[in-house]
């Protein structure tokens, strides 16, 4: 049997190609590879915003935030409420997307919205309820 023959001379280590009889390059070694590659940055969990107590996932809202439910719900444009709020200028329609989008924001609206639509239908009614006594009622109960 004959045995395989390893090269000698510089550049014969394993994993380094040899350039040529002088090559200077220090052979490549596994272990200093992994080493000097830039470390895996650890996946932690976003933290959740803070609220006007300091405490995540309290129900509360801002009073800014409060301010521009009030305001929204004037004329319901957004950008104005958040400018009328007191949010800035510049970025008031960015601000305004981004809060009607906060589930709690947006909760309020709508709790407020039905609270409106509530009150409105019990004054219609009442208003019908006097427009049917004035209709079918006798002439002389209105004259006197």
């Known amino acids: 049997m004959s045995e395989l023959r390893q ?3 510089r550049g014969a280590e394993v994993g ?15 272990p200093a ?3 000097s590659m830039p470390a895996k940055k650890e996946n932690r969990p976003k ?24 305001e929204y719900l004037v004329d319901f444009n957004g950008a104005a409420a958040a400018v009328r709020a ?7 329609a960015e ?12 909760d309020r609206v709508m709790l407020r919205i039905h609270q409106r639509m509530k009150a409105t239908e019990e004054r219609a009614d009442e208003e019908w309820k006097r ?14």
């Open 86 to 92: 007191g949010y800035s200028k510049r970025s008031a």
């Open 47 to 70: 933290k959740r915003p803070t609220t006007r107590a300091g405490r995540r996932d309290d129900p509360r809202l801002t009073v800014k935030r409060l301010l521009f439910i009030d």
């Open 95 to 106: 601000t305004a997307y981004k809060l009607l989008r906060n589930a709690q924001v947006l």
């Open 131 to 144: 427009i049917a006594e004035i209709a079918f009622g006798q002439l002389t109960d209105i004259a006197s």
């Open 33 to 35: 590879l992994v080493t």
């Open 7 to 9: 090269p000698r001379g």
């Open 16 to 30: 380094h190609a040899s350039v040529g009889a002088g090559s200077v390059h220090p052979p490549l070694q596994g």
